[in-house]
C-alpha cells in the first residue's frame, strides 16, 4: 500500500517505521526539519513508565516497552532509551497515589512503596515529607525523544521511505481508490533552480494525520470539529550543587500533588530537567511564546527548594514546549470522518511520548486494514460529540 503520513513527529516517525519495515511505500511528509522544536515530541527526555492512576495506560505500556527496546537496539553506540528506576509520589491520601498502586498492583508490575526514610537512604538528593510516600517502580525510566524521532525517521528511510521535510499539507480529498493529498514546498527550503516544482500531489491508498499541535486545524479544514486545546508548556534545567543527580543515583520522578515531573542529569543538556506539568494558557503553535518568563522560572525554583536542597537556582537551559490537549486528557485514534482511507492518532495530553513506538504500530495497522489487538473504543472521535464538548 502507498502511505502518507502528514507529521513525523513521535507517532509520525515511529508509524514510518513500522510501516517501512512491513515492506509499505510510506511518504513522511513533515513541515519542518525532522526533529523541530516547534511542537510536542522534540527533546533531551521524556518519562517512560507503567506507574498510571489509570489501568487502561498501565497496560498498554507492557507493549510499548517491548518496541522501545526493539527501537534502541538500532543504537547500541547510542542508547535513547533506559529504565533508570522512577517514584511517583505524593502524600500517601492523594487520589493518584492510591490509584496509581491499585493500577500497579492490579496489573502485576513490580513496585515498591517507600516512606520518606527509605526514600533518602535509596536516593539521597531526594526528598520527601513525613506525610508522603513514593511508589518505587524499577521499570520506569526515560527516552531521549529527539534521539528517538530521528532513529525511526533514518530506519524508515534505509526501509525505502520517502521523507519529505519542509513540506506543507495544503489539502486532502477522496479519489475514486484512495486519497489525493496536495503539498506544497516552504519558501525558505524551496530549491533555486533546475528542479522539482513547489508544489504537487501524490495519490495515495491511505493517510495517517499524525501532526500534534497542528491536528485541530488540519482536521478543521476537513470539515471534522474536534477540541483539542494547545497550551504552552515551560521546562528548565537547574544546575546541581553537587553531583547527586546522576543516572542510578537519582531517580525519573513525578509529584501527583505539585503536578510537576524531572529527570536524573543525562548529560547532553547541561542541569537537572524540571517541568510542570500543569496546563499552561492556551494559545496557538503559530503565536504561542516561546521564551521562558521569570514567572515560569520562580515556579519550578520554588518546587526545587522544597524537594531537592542540592539543586541551585540556577537555570542554565530552558525551554517552552507545547502541549495537544483532550478534555478527558485520553489519545485520540480513529478513522477521519467521510474520509475513507484517512485517519487520525493524537498522543495527546502531555503524557503521549512514551506510548509513540506502540501508537506507530497501532496506527500501521489501522491505516493497512490490519486488526488491532486492543479495545480503542476510549480514542474515537465521536466520544467528543456525544459528552456535549463540540
Known amino acids: 500500500m502507498r502511505v502518507v503520513i502528514v507529521g513525523l513527529g ?23 526539519a525532522v526533529n523541530h522544536d516547534q511542537g510536542s515530541s522534540y527533546g533531551d527526555s521524556r518519562i517512560v513508565r507503567r506507574v498510571y492512576a489509570d489501568p487502561l495506560y498501565t497496560a498498554l505500556m507492557q507493549d510499548a516497552y517491548a518496541l522501545w527496546d526493539e527501537l534502541n537496539a538500532h543504537a547500541p553506540d547510542a542508547p535513547f532509551f533506559a529504565r533508570a528506576g522512577g517514584v511517583f509520589c505524593g502524600p500517601g491520601e492523594h487520589p493518584q497515589v492510591i490509584a496509581a498502586a491499585r493500577s500497579l498492583e492490579g496489573s502485576g508490575v513490580a513496585f515498591e512503596v517507600w516512606d520518606a526514610a527509605q526514600c533518602a537512604r535509596r536516593f539521597p538528593a531526594f526528598r520527601l515529607r513525613p506525610e508522603e510516600i513514593a511508589l518505587y517502580e524499577p521499570s520506569m525510566g526515560y527516552a531521549r525523544a529527539s534521539r528517538a524521532v530521528m532513529t525511526a525517521v533514518s530506519l524508515a528511510s534505509a526501509q525505502g521511505a520517502d521523507i519529505r521535510a519542509n513540506t506543507r499539507v495544503l489539502g486532502l480529498e477522496t479519489r475514486p481508490q484512495g486519497l489525493r493529498v496536495r503539498l506544497a514546498r516552504n519558501e525558505a527550503s524551496a530549491p533555486k533552480a533546475n528542479a522539482a516544482p513547489p508544489s504537487e500531489t501524490l495519490d495515495a491508498d491511505s493517510v495517517l494525520i499524525a501532526a500534534g499541535a497542528w491536528n485541530g486545524p488540519l482536521l478543521a479544514s476537513l470539515g471534522v470539529s474536534i477540541p483539542l486545546t494547545v497550551t504552552r508548556q515551560p521546562y528548565v534545567h537547574l544546575r546541581p550543587l553537587r553531583d547527586v543527580f546522576r543516572v542510578g543515583a537519582f531517580p525519573v520522578w513525578i509529584d501527583a500533588a505539585a503536578n510537576t515531573y524531572g529527570f536524573p542529569q543525562l548529560g547532553d543538556v547541561p542541569g537537572v530537567k524540571i517541568g510542570l506539568h500543569d496546563f499552561g494558557p492556551a494559545t496557538t503553535p503559530e503565536t504561542v511564546d516561546r521564551d521562558v518568563q521569570e514567572a515560569d522560572r520562580d515556579t519550578i525554583r520554588r518546587c526545587a527548594a522544597a524537594r531537592f536542597p542540592d539543586l541551585s537556582r540556577e537555570v542554565v537551559y530552558e525551554k517552552v514546549c507545547l502541549y495537544a490537549n483532550t478534555p478527558d486528557e485520553d489519545f485520540v485514534m480513529d478513522a477521519v470522518p467521510n474520509l475513507p482511507g484517512a485517519f487520525v492518532v493524537s498522543a495527546c495530553s502531555g503524557h503521549g511520548f512514551k506510548f509513540t513506538p506502540l501508537l506507530g504500530q497501532i496506527a500501521a495497522r489501522l491505516v493497512t486494514g490490519q486488526p488491532v489487538p486492543y479495545d480503542l473504543s476510549r480514542f474515537r472521535l465521536a466520544r467528543f460529540a456525544e459528552a456535549g464538548l463540540l
Open 10 to 32: 513521535g507517532v509520525g516517525a515511529m508509524a514510518a517505521w513500522r510501516l517501512a519495515l512491513e515492506g509499505h511505500d510510506v511518504i513522511g511528509v513533515e513541515q519542518f
